[in-house]
T-cell receptor, first 115, second 117 residues
Framework: AQKVTQTQTSISVMEKTTVTMDCVYE???????LFWYKQTASGEIVFLIRQDSYKKENATVGHYSLNFQKPKSSIGLIITATQIEDSAVYFCAMREENSGTYQRFGTGTKLQVVP | EAGVTQSPRYAVLQEGQAVSFWCDPISGHDTLYWYQQPRDQGPQLLVY????????NSQLPSDRFSAVRPKGTNSTLKIQSAKQGDTATYLC???????????????FGSGTRLTVL
């Protein structure tokens, strides 16, 4: 069965530092896609970055990067040089290529960036 | 390019009342999803369509919830007799046709925040 778990409920960091948010997943599928989304205080959800399971290189987009550890079924989101505007709730999601037809989300991690 | 549009933005009901949510996806997006997001939780799929066809409605409480997408464009989600447990934000998302990264990305609307008293 497909499952996504985010154990960190909330994190607080100082501005301009680096933060890592954890996500572990369960799947029986050999091929799957992993995503991170950001939900702002207004409720808007935007896509940030993705990792395909067959790719060994960690994805990077701007100041977002991923730490993909396939043997541990883990996909961490790393934000470098954090800004106040990065304060939001971050969701991890997964879709199985062969048996999953939609993205399943974790419960989210609330990030607060303080000056 | 316009994003995903949802209305209303907020709804407050008494138990037993009916409510409808409307969604206009991004033009050209063939797949449309309805997610329910209870407070402090992640989005949970209710139903999704590809064009006008329902692909998966197994998570939809069928006795009170219904969803349609008659022309493969706009969609309506309806709750016939709302319960307090339905209090949540209802999110519509769409994705582009085809394969690859662009087809996997979900684009979300602003959501409808429902409160059932």
């Amino acid at each position: 069965a497909q499952k996504v778990t985010q154990t960190q409920t909330s994190i607080s960091v100082m501005e301009k530092t680096t933060v890592t948010m954890d996500c572990v997943y369960e799947t029986q599928d050999s091929s799957y896609f992993l995503f991170w989304y950001k939900q702002t205080a207004s409720g808007e959800i935007v896509f940030l970055i993705r990792q395909d399971s067959y790719k060994k290189e960690n994805a990077t987009v701007g100041h977002y990067s991923l730490n993909f550890q396939k043997p541990k079924s883990s996909i961490g989101l790393i934000i470098t040089a954090t800004q106040i505007e990065d304060s939001a709730v971050y969701f991890c999601a997964m879709r199985e290529e062969n048996s999953g037809t939609y993205q399943r989300f974790g419960t989210g991690t609330k990030l607060q960036v303080v000056p | 390019e316009a994003g995903v549009t949802q209305s209303p933005r907020y709804a407050v009901l008494q138990e037993g009342q009916a409510v409808s949510f409307w969604c206009d996806p991004i033009s050209g997006h063939d797949t449309l999803y309805w997610y329910q997001q209870p407070r402090d939780q992640g989005p949970q799929l209710l139903v999704y369509f590809r064009d006008e066809a329902v692909i998966d409605n197994s998570q939809l409480p069928s006795d009170r919830f219904s969803a349609v997408r008659p022309k493969g464009t706009n969609s309506t989600l309806k709750i016939q007799s709302a319960k307090q447990g339905d209090t949540a934000t209802y999110l519509c998302a769409s994705s582009a046709p085809g394969l690859g990264a662009s087809a996997e990305t979900l684009y979300f609307g602003s959501g409808t925040r429902l409160t059932v008293l």
